[in-house]
Each structure stands twice: as C-alpha cells, then as structure tokens.
C-alpha cells in the first residue's frame, strides 16, 4: 500500500474515525486524547500497513487494562485514572513511532522489508518502530498483570526488598513474562502485515527482536520509575499512589524523586529502546 495513496488516505480516515468513536464511548480515551489519536492513527495508516502496530497495541492495552480492573482499582489510586488515556499518554506511546514513519515516508516512500544487508538505513526506521511499541505494549502487560501477581514485586534498584503491588520500579515474575509477551505480540503483528503486503520476514528473528525489546523496555521503564518517579504508600488503605497530591498526609514515600509523571517515564523508556532497537538490537538480531 503506497504511503498517503487514495487508498491509505481513505483506510486511515475511516479507521481512525472509529477509533476515535470507540475510544471514547468506552471511555478509553478523554476528548482530548480521542482527537488526537484520531491523528496518530491517521498518519500512521496513511504511511503504510505498519501502521496497524498502533492499532494493534492500542486494542491490547485496552484489553489489559480493563481486565480484572476492579482488583487493581483496590491496590493502586491510578489504576481508575490508568484506564482513561489523555492526549499526553496517546503521544507518549505513539509520537515517536509516527514521526519515524513520516521519515521513511519522506526520505524512502514506501515500506520495505527489514534486511539491513540490502537496506540498511530503512531497516533500521522499521526495527526502531517496532521496538517502540514493543516496548508500549510489553511495558503495558507487565504493568496490568503483575499487579495481580500472587507474589509481592520487588524494587528493581533492591532486589531483596519487597514492595506493595503498583509500586514504580517494582517487578514479578509474572510482569517480566508479560513484557516479553507484548514485545512478542507487536512481532506477531509486524510479521502479519510484512506478510500480507508481499514483504519478505525474518520470521524467527525478528520475533526473538520483538520480545527482547518488549521485555529491555520494560526494564527501562522500571528503572526511571524506581528512580525519578515518586511513589507513596498508605499502610491503612493498602493502597499505592503515584501522586503526592493524591496521597493521604499519612502516606509513606516508598521509592523515587518526585521528578517525571507516569507520561515522562513512558516517554523516556520508549525513546531510549527505540534508538538501542534500532541502531544496536535490529542489526544484531535481524541480518
């Protein structure tokens, strides 16, 4: 499908439109964040069927954070607000990747299949694409089921402390199985699409890429929020949160500066496995 053909233009239109609709009558989405996933998803499809990775992430983190939400609503003061995206957590876990594709677009037109021995440089923007949002939905997953993980997480920074479930910068088992499966996930998705636009795949390889980024993301992800995301306790309530202003006067601060938003954390972590993605990663898994 060529980049912002009339067929492009009118798929991104009418899919965009309805995620847009739907986001908001299920209240997945505010206003503000509907309009403008509206427009990242319309610049995504416009560039190519790569686009459909968005979507793709967009329906799983959906399905993730609405699972079992009422349990996670007990343990975490965000968890409520989690579920309804603003304009802000719509580019964090899509502007870079849209404005990477628009690059291809303008400096290489069409998608190309990923093989850095016969394009390089374009091999790289798709490796890097994908290793954003393998990184959003495996970051996602990890965050949505380890909360509900039987086993209390512990602090990325200490290891051998335990922390509530919720806490930034806390990690499981079963969230750190998550985050590969997203990354795996947005592979899947990648394959399909190369696939069914006549592209040749790396199939094995580029899925291995995908896990590796989703789970390196994840990781990424917990560090910033050990570290410069603050998060504050109240043992009477059981209940985290990431805000001060939220937090009860009584509450504890578990971990981390009160530095970056849950937005900024998510922003940083996709930027910096983007670029390891796609200069160091896709070369080395993806011949």
């Given at each position: 499908?060529?980049?912002?053909?009339?067929?492009?233009?009118?798929?991104?239109?009418?899919?965009a439109?309805?995620?847009?609709i739907?986001?908001?009558?299920?209240?997945?989405?505010?206003?503000?964040?509907?309009?403008?996933?509206?427009?990242?998803?319309?610049?995504?499809?416009?560039?190519?069927?790569?686009?459909f990775?968005?979507?793709?992430?967009?329906?799983?983190?959906?399905?993730?954070?609405?699972?079992?939400?009422n349990?996670?609503?007990?343990?975490?003061?965000?968890?409520a607000?989690?579920?309804?995206?603003?304009?802000?957590?719509?580019?964090a876990?899509?502007?870079?990747?849209v404005?990477?594709?628009?690059?291809?677009?303008?400096?290489?037109g069409?998608?190309?299949?990923?093989?850095?021995?016969?394009?390089?440089?374009?091999s790289?923007?798709?490796?890097?694409?994908?290793?954003?949002?393998?990184?959003?939905?495996?970051?996602t997953?990890?965050?949505?089921?380890?909360?509900?993980?039987?086993?209390?997480?512990?602090?990325?920074?200490?290891?051998?402390r335990?922390?509530?479930?919720?806490?930034?910068?806390?990690?499981?088992?079963?969230?750190?199985?998550?985050?590969?499966?997203?990354?795996?996930i947005?592979?899947?998705?990648?394959?399909?699409?190369?696939?069914?636009?006549?592209?040749h795949v790396?199939?094995?390889k580029?899925?291995?890429?995908?896990?590796?980024?989703?789970?390196?993301?994840?990781?990424?992800?917990?560090?910033?929020?050990?570290?410069?995301?603050?998060?504050?306790?109240?043992?009477d309530?059981?209940?985290v949160?990431?805000?001060?202003?939220?937090?009860?006067?009584?509450?504890d601060?578990?971990?981390?500066?009160?530095?970056?938003?849950?937005?900024?954390?998510?922003?940083?972590?996709?930027f910096?496995?983007?670029?390891?993605?796609?200069?160091?990663?896709?070369?080395?898994?993806?011949?």
């Amino acid at each position: 499908m060529k980049p912002f053909s009339t067929k492009s233009i009118a798929l991104g239109t009418v899919i965009a439109t309805l995620l847009a609709i739907k986001g908001t009558s299920k209240k997945s989405l505010s206003s503000t964040g509907a309009i403008t996933a509206w427009m990242v998803g319309f610049l995504s499809l416009g560039c190519g069927t790569r686009g459909f990775l968005l979507l793709l992430f967009y329906q799983v983190g959906t399905m993730a954070t609405k699972f079992r939400r009422n349990e996670k609503i007990k343990k975490d003061a965000d968890a409520a607000k989690s579920s309804v995206r603003s304009s802000q957590q719509v580019l964090a876990c899509s502007g870079i990747a849209v404005i990477l594709s628009l690059f291809h677009v303008i400096y290489y037109g069409e998608e190309k299949a990923i093989d850095f021995q016969i394009s390089p440089k374009e091999s790289t923007i798709a490796c890097a694409i994908v290793a954003h949002y393998a990184t959003c939905c495996g970051d996602t997953l990890a965050s949505e089921f380890g909360i509900l993980s039987q086993s209390k997480p512990f602090l990325i920074t200490s290891p051998w402390r335990k922390v509530p479930h919720g806490t930034n910068g806390g990690i499981s088992t079963f969230g750190t199985l998550s985050s590969c499966i997203g990354g795996l996930i947005i592979g899947f998705g990648c394959v399909i699409m190369d696939i069914c636009t006549g592209l040749h795949v790396h199939i094995s390889k580029l899925l291995i890429f995908s896990a590796i980024c989703g789970l390196l993301g994840s990781f990424i992800d917990s560090l910033l929020g050990a570290t410069l995301q603050a998060t504050y306790y109240d043992d009477d309530k059981k209940m985290v949160y990431c805000e001060k202003k939220d937090a009860p006067s009584n509450s504890d601060r578990i971990c981390g500066m009160n530095c970056l938003s849950n937005a900024q954390v998510n922003l940083v972590s996709v930027f910096v496995t983007t670029v390891i993605g796609g200069l160091y990663l896709g070369p080395m898994f993806i011949e």
